[in-house]
């Protein structure tokens, strides 16, 4: 027999309210999507409140290019995160935005005449071609011939990243990352302006080499040591799959957070939902988990201000 569940009642939002009453409230509307993202909020607070939780960070590169970087950046000055999985983009973007600007577009803008004028576009933002490619290959060229002149013959994409944090400033996230000693993985590296650099510079230097298998090492350390692990999951693809992997070799996440506008019906990975990943043992049957289907740059800053509220 189905148990009918609380009544469903009204939002009522006063100007002085703030956003963790509105949060609350939504908790009781019974309203379609906003039930997953308070339910998330809720997992939030007790994985990055539980001391026993190894957690993780993963996100894809495209949304370092928009303002959320500065939200990615405080969750990790703060240590909210103890690893963070992402795409090459992500380097790439950190590097051009700390020494150049992108710049406000729209989906609708002619791309022939976009290109004329040498300028990528990004969904809708502008990434001129000064702030991008050549920008990244003659800091890349810089960084890594520092590096190497240093005795570094050899680096994992975590030491890629913490070398790039240590050259940057306070507005990147790899320099917060590299502060406090927080792994930045990235385990499709050679799928960007960085990886590309990284087999520039080893034409010329051929004794140097990427050590893709020494994030391995790193990464089962951390997994399985871990009494517990968590993860928010911000988009699909490589750096979604790559957190799930390796959580299975400890019997799964036990707290999960995916937020996506991918659908579940072609089988993507990206699409899947949280739960599942319960069928391979990449999350605990007893996790407390949710998939919000929002784009990340529109929801996650009211649920990083709601956060901050609850854990404060």
């Known amino acids: 027999m189905i148990k009918p569940g609380r009544p469903v009642k ?70 909210m995160f103890d690893v963070v999985i992402t795409t090459c983009g992500a380097l790439d973007h950190d590097i051009a935005r700390h020494y150049s600007n992108y710049l406000e577009g729209s989906f609708t803008l002619d791309d022939t005449e976009l290109a004329e004028n040498d300028i990528h576009r990004l969904g809708n933002v502008l990434v001129p071609l000064q702030s991008y490619g050549p920008l990244i290959e003659e800091k890349m060229q810089i960084f890594l011939k ?89 988009g699909g693809g490589i750096s979604k799959h790559h957190t799930l992997w390796w959580n299975q070799y400890r019997e799964g996440l036990d707290y999960a957070v995916y937020i996506t506008t991918a659908q579940e019906f072609d089988g993507s990975l990206s699409g899947a939902l949280v739960r599942e990943a319960i069928s391979w043992g990449k999350v605990t049957q007893n996790a407390m988990q949710t998939t919000i289907h929002a784009e990340a740059t529109t929801i996650l800053p009211f649920l990083y201000s709601a956060l901050l509220s609850k854990i404060r």
């Not at 040591?225 to 911000?234: I, P, Q, R, V």
Request: aromatic residues 8%; hydrophobic residues 40%; proline residues 1%.
């Open 10 to 79: 009204d939002i009522s939002i006063n100007k002085d309210d703030k956003i963790d009453a509105i949060f609350d409230q939504m908790s009781k509307s019974g309203g379609f999507e906003s039930r997953n993202l308070v339910d998330g909020l809720n997992i939030l607070t007790s994985m990055i409140q539980d001391r026993d939780c190894l957690k993780f960070l993963s996100y894809v590169g495209a949304v370092v290019s928009t303002g959320l970087r500065g939200i990615i950046k405080d969750m990790i000055k703060n240590k």
């Open 146 to 234: 520092k590096s190497y002149d240093s005795g570094k013959k050899e680096m994992s994409t975590s030491d890629i990243s913490k070398m790039i944090g240590e050259n940057l400033g306070e507005d990147s996230f790899l320099y917060w990352a590299s502060k406090n000693n927080i792994p930045v993985i990235v385990p499709g590296i050679m799928d960007g302006a960085v990886g590309s650099q990284i087999w520039m510079f080893t034409q010329k230097h051929t004794d140097f080499r990427l050590n893709i298998t020494a994030d391995g090492n790193l990464l089962s350390e951390l997994i399985f040591k871990a009494k517990k692990s968590g993860a928010l999951m911000l």
